[in-house]
């Protein structure tokens, strides 16, 4: 297992050199995303602003302040706590996103499903995880709230966020097909077909 430090934006190669059990830091940019700007990107067809072509983009609708805008706060929010919302529901939109808009990455918890697993292994991408409830530490990785797009939908605007040392994160899905999920399902069904067949029970 290895730990890689990624200043994003990355391109295909990099992604591709990351496996399941490695562990990734990232540097410099990463985008905000959830269910709402997903639907309103790919459903309704809004475009946005941002260019996503090879960055991260992490799970979340973020509780921030508005403020003023500043040098110290150019996009007019300063962030209070930035979590990490359940992954899988946003499936089907993995392929559009890394298609149309070249994202790279993508951060949550949870993991996400064989539609994804695809779309990493025919474009190049991967699954970071970040561990349910570390929203008060993940925050602390975010710098700056740099620019929003699509703010009418807040909190679910599209956010771009300054990072330093955002991580260490897990590798849970890789571009090879490589799933931390899917080998626990598989565990996990072989240890109770061996616990069923030592008290003779049937499946």
Excluded at 1 to 8: A, G, S, Y
Excluded at 93 to 114: A, D, H, S, W, Y
């Amino acid at each position: 297992m290895t730990h890689h430090i990624l200043e994003m934006p990355a391109n295909e190669a990099q992604v591709r050199a990351l496996k399941v059990g490695d562990t990734v830091t990232l540097e410099r940019t990463l985008f905000g995303i959830r269910d709402a700007t997903l639907m309103a990107m790919f459903d309704r067809a809004r475009k946005t602003k941002f260019d996503l072509q090879g960055h991260a983009v992490v799970h979340t609708a973020p509780n921030v302040k508005k403020v003023p805008v500043s040098n110290e706060n150019p996009g007019g929010y300063i962030p209070l706590c930035i979590g990490t919302t359940t992954s899988q529901r946003m499936e089907r939109f993995t392929r559009p996103l890394m298609e149309q808009n070249g994202v790279r990455i993508i951060i949550g918890k949870g993991g996400m499903g064989p539609d994804t697993s695809k779309a990493f292994r025919d474009i190049g991408g991967v699954y970071l995880a970040v561990v349910g409830g570390a929203a008060a530490l993940q925050t602390t990785w975010i710098t700056a709230v740099e620019d929003v797009d699509m703010d009418d939908l807040h909190p679910e605007s599209l956010w771009r966020f300054a990072i330093k040392n955002f991580g260490p994160l897990l590798v849970a899905m890789d571009a090879h097909g490589g799933s931390l999920y899917t080998k626990v399902q598989d565990e996990a069904a072989a240890r109770r077909s061996a616990i069923l067949a030592s008290i003779g029970a049937a499946e």
